[in-house]
Nanobody, 117 residues
Framework: QVQLVESGGGLVQPGGSLRLSCTLS????????MGWYRQPPGNPRELVAT???????NYADSVTGRFTISRDNSKSTVFLEMNSLTLEDTAVYYC???????????WGQGTQVTVST
């Protein structure tokens, strides 16, 4: 069974930075397209960024230039480096994995990111 374990959320001031991590276990990491989604208070979940095994990336317009997604295939871990954080980045951030062969999807438990003065 695939499991995703996230870490790195917290409270940060506007303009600050945070780094999220997510480690996959239970299957072969290279099989999965990894991504980060977020759910702001009172809003639906939205895509933040994705990264393929080839390390090709895709970003939401709202985070382009501020966030960087990366993956360490040797450690089965995906990262989200978040810089220049704004109040609008406050959300629960979820790690996501999609099997590129079967389409099967998995979610992490979520980690809270709060940007506040």
């Amino acid at each position: 069974q695939v499991q995703l374990v996230e870490s790195g959320g917290g409270l940060v001031q506007p303009g600050g930075s945070l780094r999220l991590s997510c480690t996959l276990s239970g299957n072969i990491f290279s099989t999965y397209i990894m991504g980060w989604y977020r759910q702001p208070p009172g809003n639906p979940r939205e895509l933040v960024a994705t990264i393929a095994f080839t390390k090709a990336t895709n970003y939401a317009d709202s985070v382009t230039g501020r966030f960087t997604i990366s993956r360490d295939n040797s450690k089965s871990t995906v990262f989200l480096e978040m810089n220049s954080l704004t109040l609008e980045d406050t959300a629960v951030y979820y790690c996501h994995a999609r099997n590129r062969h079967t389409g099967g999807q998995y979610w992490g438990q979520g980690t809270q990111v709060t940007v506040s003065t």
